[in-house]
T-cell receptor
């Protein structure tokens, strides 16, 4: 069985400070893990993905995530938040072999204070 | 420009109307998906099509009827909807099942309001 838990429904940070969005997963198989971002009134866009290569994954817009198998975590970070980072972020887990088993987290809304 | 285009972007309909949502992808993908996104709820997978064949129907009520005439086009036909069906309907596409199966390409969604 698979599941994904985003530990915070809402995170608020000041512009220029670090961002940490937390994600824990459970998977019976070697998972693929993804982070997507959704800006208001837009579809979801892939930020980054982990597919059993390097455990530290770099994505677009300065985001990165680290796969930690011992902690079953895949937290998303960014050293310095920008106002344009305000959006909803989704952590996603899927087994390597099945398109229909894609599991989305419930989302974390990121707010940026000026 | 995501390569996945959804129309209309906004739709308001009464409970007795019949309307359709359209999705088109220009990425050469073979799998297409309909998702429902409601406020305060996780994203819900509705239907999956691989090579034009429906491979997943997540217990979606029959008032939602999908159609996939070819690998590039996906429709969602709507009839006798309920107010609780108001939501953002997202279309996505991906390569055929296998490597990178979690990598989805989304359209911008169709915002549906049922009165």
């Amino acid at each position: 069985a698979q599941s994904v838990t985003q530990l915070d429904s809402h995170v608020s940070v000041s512009e220029g400070t670090p961002v940490l969005l937390r994600c824990n997963y459970s998977s019976s198989y070697s998972p693929s893990l993804f982070w997507y971002v959704q800006h208001p009134n837009k579809g979801l866009q892939l930020l980054l993905k982990y597919t059993s290569a390097a455990t530290l994954v770099k994505g677009i817009n300065g985001f990165e995530a680290e796969f930690k198998k011992s902690e079953t975590s895949f937290h998303l970070t960014k050293p310095s938040a920008h106002m344009s980072d305000a959006a909803e972020y989704f952590c996603v887990v899927t087994p390597y072999s099945s398109a229909s088993k894609i599991i989305f987290g419930s989302g974390t809304r990121l707010s940026i204070r000026p | 420009e995501t390569g996945v285009t959804q129309t209309p972007r906004h739709l308001v309909m009464g409970m007795t109307n019949k309307k359709s949502l359209k999705c088109e992808q220009h990425l050469g993908h073979n799998a297409m998906y309909w998702y429902k996104q409601s406020a305060k709820k996780p994203l819900e997978l509705m239907f999956v099509y691989n090579f034009k064949e429906q491979t997943e129907n997540n217990s979606v009520p029959s008032r939602f009827s999908p159609e996939c005439p070819n690998s590039s086009h996906l429709f969602l036909h709507l009839h006798t909807l309920q107010p609780e069906d108001s939501a953002l309907y997202l279309c996505a596409s991906s390569q055929a099942p296998g490597a990178n199966t979690g990598e989805l390409f989304f359209g911008e969604g169709s915002r549906l309001t049922v009165l």
